[in-house]
């Protein structure tokens, strides 16, 4: 059984350029759930997704979009990149619609310069 | 009132002692309680969780006490050791899921 993989690690990016950062979910779990990490803080709630669908949507503006495949992976797509987006993104998979036994990746670290 | 207000921020334990982190929350809808732990250049891993029907819930060296009418919550980490240094979590979430509301972490130094 794999856990949630992440790709990239890392990136670095230019403020205003746009940004696709992907995750593939754990074996036998049809939501993902992505999150924003700033240093030293909590992560906070972007969205979620559960068979496809958009099922949750956090404090963040329309240029944060997503989007989840028929094999449950997931894409988080960043539009006119802020200096403030700079943060771990952090991608979750949990077997239901629920937040209940919640497996996160080891995240995509975003700088933009 | 989506809030989880966690405390301390910071917490130097000597090796086999026991660790305490605090949480308070103020929305009674929120049904599920977990704790993460994050090492450096990690993600987020499941400690262990409570529901408020439950006042105590004990896995190995970690437990927590929950305490509904406070609306607070804590983690004890028994005997801690070296390797339990890393930054906790708590969180909340409501029963129709969509998110976790974190916590703003405790970094846990446990010295030998």
């Known amino acids: 059984e794999t856990g949630v993989t992440q790709s990239p690690t890392h990136l670095i990016k230019t403020r205003g350029q746009q940004v696709t950062l992907r995750c593939s979910s754990q074996?036998?779990?049809?939501?993902v759930s992505w999150y924003q990490q700033a240093l030293g803080q909590g992560p906070q709630f972007i969205f979620q997704y559960y068979r496809e669908e958009e099922n949750g949507r956090g404090n963040f503006p329309p240029r944060f979009s997503g989007l989840q495949f028929p094999n449950y992976s997931s894409e988080l797509n960043v539009n006119a990149l802020e200096l403030d987006d700079s943060a771990l993104y952090l991608c979750?998979?949990?077997?239901?619609?629920?937040?209940?036994?919640?497996?996160f990746g080891s995240g995509t670290r975003l700088t933009v310069v | 009132q989506q809030q989880v207000k966690q405390s301390p921020q910071s917490l130097i334990v000597q090796k086999g002692g026991i660790s305490i982190i605090n949480c308070a929350y103020e929305?009674?809808?929120?049904?599920?309680f977990p704790w993460y732990q994050q090492f450096p250049g990690k993600g987020p891993a499941l400690l262990i969780a409570?529901?408020?029907?439950?006042s105590e819930k004990k896995e190995g060296r970690f437990t927590i006490s929950f305490n509904k009418s406070a609306k607070q919550f804590s983690l004890h980490i028994m005997d801690s050791q070296p390797g339990d240094s890393a930054t906790y979590f708590c969180?909340?979430?409501?029963?129709?899921?969509?998110?976790?509301?974190f916590g703003q972490g405790t970094e846990l130094s446990v010295k030998p």
């Open positions: 969180a909340a979430s409501l029963p129709q899921g969509g998110k976790l509301i």
């Open positions: 409570i529901r408020p029907d439950v």
């Open positions: 929305n009674t809808a929120f049904d599920y």
């Open positions: 979750a998979s949990s077997p239901g619609s629920a937040n209940y036994g919640y497996t």
């Open positions: 074996s036998g779990h049809n939501t």
